[in-house]
C-alpha cells in the first residue's frame, strides 16, 4: 500500500482503508521497533536485582531504554571505572553494561571471594545468549563443560611441558622465517598476523600433534575463527541479550564462524577415524596400541574417564582459540614494549644467552629467564586483556560489606590495583625489571612470577578460576621471544599507531600496529643449533 498525500504524517487516510493488511505494511517497521523497545525496557526492568536497588549507579539507564547507558560503557568504560573509584571507594555499586545491569567491586574484595563455589567465570558464557548460535559450540561447550577443558590445561599440558620446549623451539624457528624471512634488509609488515601465525603453529605442535601443525587449511581455519570469533562478540555485544540468538544472521563474521567451524570437523574427523583404525588393528593383532601424546588425544582420555561426550572439532577450537588470541595478544604487547626501550631489549638477549648456554633448551631454562618474565608480566599489567574480571552469581552470595546478591546475577571485580600507586611505584611507566627485582626480595620470590596471581596482578585471573592453562602459555611466550630478540633487530615503522583497542572492560593491542625488522647480522647465540 502506498502512502498519498491524503495520509497525515505517514499514516493511513480513510480513503486507504484500514485492513489487517494494510495495518501490517504500513506499521511493521514502527510496531518492531515498538516490540523491541518494550522487550528492552522489560528486559532491564526484570533483570535488575531488586535487592541491588540501594547501591550507587555510575551510568544508570534512562527511563525508557539503557541504550545511552550501554554506549558509554562500550566507549569509556575505563572512564567509569575511574569515576567510581572516587565517588564509591570500598563499596560496591551497579554498572549498565553490555551484559545488562553488574554490580562492580573492588579489587580488594577479591581475596575474600575469589575461591567462592557460588561464583563461575565459565557461567557467564551461558549468560550472554552467543552459545546457542551455530558456529559457536565451542563457547556453549566451554559454558557446560569448561571442567574438562581445565583438567587437561592443568593435568596434561601442564605435565609434559620439560618434553614440549625444545619441539616449540622447533616450530618458532620455522614460523619466524616464513613469516619475518631471513633478509638483512629491513622490512616493514603490520606485525599482528605474523605474531598470530607464529602462536598458532607453535600451539598446533602440542595440541594437533605433527600430522596438522603445518597443515596450511587447519592452521587457516584457526586463525580466521579465532579473529571472526572475535569479531562476532564485539558485534553482537551491540545488540540486547536476549535477541542475538535471532538476528546473529545479520553479521557476516557470525556466517564465518559457522563456516569454519563446519571445516574443522571436515579436517580432524579422518584423523579421529584414523587413529581410531589404527588402535583397533594393533588390539586385534595382538600388538602394543599406538599413543598419540597431543590434545586430541587427551580430550579422548579424559572424556571416557569422566564419562561426558565430548566433539573433537569442539574441543580443538577452545583451547586453541582461548590460547591462540591471549598469547598473540601479550606477545605483541611486550614485543612493542621492548622495541620502545632498546636497552631492556639487549639486557634480555643477555640473559638469553646465559641461560641457554648452561640449561638448553630445558623448562628450568625458561624458568632462570627472570628478566624476560618480568617483561612479560610488566607489559600484562599495563595491558591486561580485561580491565574488570566477571563472575555469574550461580548461588545467592553475600558480599564482604553484607550486601546479598542474588542468583542469576552478574559481578564484575575492577583490576585497578594493577596500576594503583599505592601498590606499584611509579606504575604508568614500563620498568622491564619490576618484577624480577620483586623476585630477589625475602617472601616475594613466587608472587613477582608471571604465572603468580594475587589481588595485585589479575593478568592471568585469579583464585580458583585463574587461566589453567598460563604455565604452557609462559613458556610459549618466552620461546617465541628468544628466537624474536635473538635473531631480529626491531623499530617501529614511522607515524604507526599504538594505542590500545578498548571495547567495555576488553583491552587489546593494536591491530595496525606496523614494526621494521631485519634479521641480524651476528648473533651472540645459535639458539637453533642448541
Not at 600433534?209 to 558485534?235: C, H, M, P, Q
Not at 630477589?440 to 585469579?462: A, I, N, R, Y
Not at 604452557?472 to 615503522?493: G, Q, R, S, T, V
Request: hydrophobic letters at 40%.
Amino acid at each position: 500500500m502506498n502512502v498519498t498525500s491524503s495520509s497525515t504524517f505517514g499514516f493511513p487516510s480513510l480513503e486507504e482503508g484500514w485492513s489487517p493488511q494494510g495495518l501490517m505494511s504500513v506499521y511493521s517497521v514502527p510496531y518492531l521497533i515498538g516490540i523491541v523497545l518494550v522487550m528492552s525496557t522489560t528486559y532491564v526492568w526484570s533483570t535488575s536485582n531488586a535487592s541491588l536497588k540501594k547501591l550507587p549507579h555510575v551510568n544508570p539507564p534512562d527511563f525508557f531504554s539503557n541504550t545511552k547507558a550501554r554506549l558509554q560503557y562500550r566507549n569509556s568504560a575505563n572512564t567509569l571505572l575511574q569515576k567510581a573509584r572516587k565517588q564509591y571507594p570500598n563499596q560496591p555499586y551497579r554498572m549498565t553494561t553490555d551484559y545488562g545491569e553488574v554490580v562492580m567491586v573492588q579489587s580488594e574484595w577479591f581475596e575474600e571471594i575469589r575461591n567462592s563455589q557460588h561464583l563461575s567465570f565459565l557461567g557467564t558464557v551461558p549468560q550472554e545468549r552467543i552459545c546457542e548460535i551455530p558456529g559457536f559450540e565451542p563457547l556453549a561447550a566451554l559454558g557446560e563443560d569448561g571442567a574438562l577443558v581445565q583438567i587437561i590445561a592443568r593435568k596434561q599440558l601442564t605435565k609434559m611441558l620439560n618434553q614440549v620446549t625444545a619441539p616449540l623451539s622447533q616450530e618458532t624457528a620455522f614460523a619466524a622465517s616464513i613469516n619475518l624471512g631471513e633478509s638483512g634488509e629491513w622490512r616493514e609488515l603490520v606485525i599482528m598476523p605474523a605474531l598470530r601465525d607464529i602462536t598458532a603453529r607453535m600451539s598446533s605442535r602440542v595440541f594437533v600433534g605433527e600430522e596438522l601443525t603445518r597443515n596450511d587449511e587447519w592452521l587457516s581455519i584457526l586463525k580466521n575463527y579465532t579473529v571472526d570469533a572475535f569479531n562476532a562478540l564485539n558485534s553482537l555485544a551491540k545488540c540486547p541479550v536476549y535477541i542475538r540468538p535471532y538476528i546473529y544472521w545479520l553479521f557476516p563474521e557470525c556466517n564465518r564462524v559457522r563456516n569454519y567451524y563446519g571445516r574443522a570437523k571436515e579436517v580432524l574427523d579422518p584423523i579421529m577415524k584414523k587413529r581410531d583404525d589404527m588402535k583397533r588393528a594393533a588390539l586385534e593383532a595382538g600388538q602394543p596400541v599406538p599413543v598419540f601424546n597431543d590434545a586430541l588425544e587427551w580430550i579422548v582420555q579424559e572424556s571416557k574417564e569422566h564419562s561426558c561426550g565430548y566433539d573433537t572439532a569442539t574441543f580443538q577450537l577452545i583451547i586453541s582459540v582461548v590460547a591462540l588470541n591471549t598469547t598473540t595478544d601479550l606477545l605483541q604487547t611486550v614485543l612493542i614494549d621492548l622495541i620502545q626501550h632498546p636497552e631492556a631489549m639487549q639486557a634480555i638477549r643477555d640473559e638469553i644467552v646465559e641461560v641457554l648456554k648452561v640449561d638448553g633448551w630445558k623448562k628450568s631454562a625458561l624458568y632462570n629467564m627472570k628478566l624476560l618474565d618480568s617483561a612479560l608480566k610488566e607489559s600484562q599489567r599495563l595491558c591486561p586483556v580485561f580491565s574488570a574480571m566477571r563472575r555469574a552469581v550461580e548461588a545467592d552470595t553475600v558480599l564482604p560489606d553484607g550486601t546479598r546478591v542474588k542468583k542469576g546475577s552478574r559481578i564484575h571485580i575492577d583490576t585497578h590495583r594493577m596500576v594503583d600507586p599505592e601498590v606499584y611505584r611509579n606504575p604508568e611507566e614500563w620498568q622491564c625489571d619490576r618484577f624480577s627485582e620483586m623476585r630477589s626480595q625475602p617472601g616475594k620470590e613466587h608472587l613477582g612470577q608471571l604465572v603468580t596471581t594475587s589481588v595485585d596482578h589479575f593478568g592471568f585471573g585469579h583464585g580458583s578460576h585463574a587461566c589453567p592453562g598460563r604455565f604452557f602459555a609462559a613458556n610459549e611466550l618466552k620461546i617465541a621471544l628468544c628466537h624474536l630478540l635473538m635473531k631480529y633487530d626491531w623499530e617501529l615503522a614511522p607515524g604507526t599507531p599504538l594505542d590500545i583497542f578498548r571495547f567495555g572492560f576488553t583491552q587489546r593491542a593494536n591491530t595496525a600496529t606496523k614494526v621494521r625488522c631485519r634479521r641480524r647480522e651476528s648473533v651472540e647465540l645459535d639458539i637453533d643449533a642448541i
